[in-house]
């Protein structure tokens, strides 16, 4: 019997030596670089400049380039990648705003990665890991976003979900999306992400969403 608990505990996951920030960013690629298609609940806290705002919805991702911001609260919020622009529309705005997705340094496109091959550790300069409540964090500064963003914390399981992504600004602002109810390789439909304005709405090319 010992020698029995002795093999289970020397296999077991739990036994395991913990990761390394490179070894659990090489989980996270290996977990999104397999997946067509992604669907999640998400809720959004914005918290700088004198604001504590948050936001709810469901967020769509489908390879290649392709992702769908839709709030719920508040109701009718889109922000759309297409895969070559990104538009962002508020209902009751006169106009929604066009953005080539090259030039895009929105808060949200650090998921970006998620819908090509993704390489983590090549995305965050200075990756460091920290072990939260049962899971890890990965940090790092996103490449190319530094002017805006001083650090990106991913928070995920053993598996390499992620479950929040927290973004501090260097300003001290901070925004964090928890995700939730998550599913995998979902049938999803071009549709999805064509924006079709409402009447009287213009689309017109206009500086990055905040």
Do not use: C
Request: net charge neutral; no cysteine.
């Amino acid at each position: 019997m010992k020698n029995l608990l002795l093999l289970f505990a020397l296999t077991s996951p739990l036994a395991a030596q913990s990761p390394t920030a490179a070894s659990l960013a090489h989980q996270v690629d290996a977990h999104y670089n397999h997946l067509q298609s992604l669907q999640a609940r998400y809720t959004e806290r914005y918290q700088g400049m004198g604001l504590d705002r948050t936001e709810t919805g469901s967020l769509t991702l489908r390879k290649p380039g392709r992702m769908r911001w839709s709030y719920d609260s508040p109701a009718g919020k889109l922000f759309i990648l297409d895969g070559k622009n990104a538009i962002s529309y508020t209902p009751g705005d006169a106009q929604a705003q066009r953005i080539p997705e090259k030039q895009l340094d929105d808060l949200r496109s650090p998921l970006r990665f998620l819908l090509g091959h993704t390489e983590l550790a090549k995305e965050l300069d200075g990756l460091s890991l920290t072990a939260v409540n049962g899971g890890y964090t990965l940090s790092g500064t996103p490449k190319g976003m530094q002017q805006r963003v001083r650090s990106l914390a991913l928070t995920v399981d053993t598996t390499g979900a992620i479950h929040t992504m927290r973004i501090e600004e260097t300003d001290g602002a901070t925004t964090t999306f928890t995700f939730a109810d998550m599913h995998e390789n979902i049938p999803t439909k071009d549709s999805d992400f064509i924006f079709t304005p409402p009447q009287g709405v213009a689309i017109i090319n206009g500086a990055a969403p905040i």
